[in-house]
């Protein structure tokens, strides 16, 4: 019995470890957000967090709104985002607030866009456990809406990969 709970806690470490490690790279710090449902003071009163589910529903794509409002996750290679190479700026699809310069969009072969940072103060991050382990969760900073999660596996000079939903993103070229 000892050996086995050793052995349930040693496990629970290993997979919660990459988890801290990706909570504390994320950039958290940079938002000074712990999770998505607590906006920034700038996005505290934001009228877009107040929007109802049907009015949600109104201004979404059923996609859109599925992976915005529920956390779903779009079909990777499914968005052509993924393949957008042009300067500009990627925003949020649920509120068009910039998140992403395209400058620091790369393919990272995934199916999604990924980027390896973020425009300061545009992201809330949360942890995730609905799979088989722990993961970060990122949301708009300004509507709440569902992004897509960051990973530690991403290019310098960040280490990380903030894998997008194509769908939960419009771009505006430079």
Known sequence: M???LSSLRRRTFLAAAPAALVAACSGA???GQAFA???SAEFADSEWR???KAEWKERLEPLAFRVLREEATER????????EKRAGVFHCAGCDLAIFNSDTKYNSGTGWPSFYDYIPGTLGFKEDNKLWTTRTEYHCARCGGHHGHVFTDGPAPTGLR????????TFKAA
């Open 76 to 83: 990777a290679f499914t968005s052509p985002l993924n393949e």
């Open 37 to 39: 449902s607590t906006p």
């Open 2 to 4: 000892k050996n086995t």
């Open 50 to 52: 107040t929007l109802t």
């Open 29 to 31: 710090g940079k938002t």
């Open 162 to 169: 903030y894998c997008n939903n194509g769908v939960a993103l």
